[in-house]
């Protein structure tokens, strides 16, 4: 009756194979000798930004050294490669060693976006894909 002039939200269901993950602009991260990737990141939410101005202590930072998988991973969101073409790329560097594959790089994935140290880009949005992939490279 009233809601005729509602329009009704259609839920899309994206695979996650067709989007494609890109590494956060601002987070640094180095590569040591044998390819391992370790993430530095600065805790600046309200309450570390707080604590620093009271204190005049640095902001606090966690350095996360990721595995053999995560650093192949790391290196390969690129902004501009799609899951499913990132998940051939660990498949042909790890073989066997890299199964199950697609859950645990969903898992993998997932806790990185979870912990704002990527974000997606959808399937239809390549604008924004190849803006991602700029900063992504500085």
């Not at 067709?18 to 956060?24: A, F, G, I, Y």
Request: hydrophobic content about 35%; some cysteine.
């Amino acid at each position: 009756k009233g809601d005729t002039l509602m329009a009704k939200q259609e839920k899309v269901k994206l695979n996650l194979l067709d989007c494609t993950p890109v590494r956060e602009p601002d987070l640094k991260w180095t590569e040591d000798e044998n390819g391992i990737i370790t993430l530095h990141r600065t805790h600046t939410t309200f309450t570390d930004r707080l604590a620093h101005k009271i204190t005049k202590k640095p902001l606090r930072q966690s350095h996360i050294k990721l595995e053999e998988f995560g650093s192949f991973l790391w290196k390969a969101m690129d902004g501009r490669t799609t899951l499913r073409d990132v998940a051939a790329q660990l498949k042909e560097e790890f073989g066997e060693k890299a199964e199950p594959l697609y859950p645990r790089l969903e898992k993998y994935v997932v806790t990185l976006k979870n912990n704002k140290l990527i974000f997606w880009i959808l399937p239809e949005n390549p604008k924004k894909a190849e803006r991602a992939a700029k900063q992504s490279n500085k």
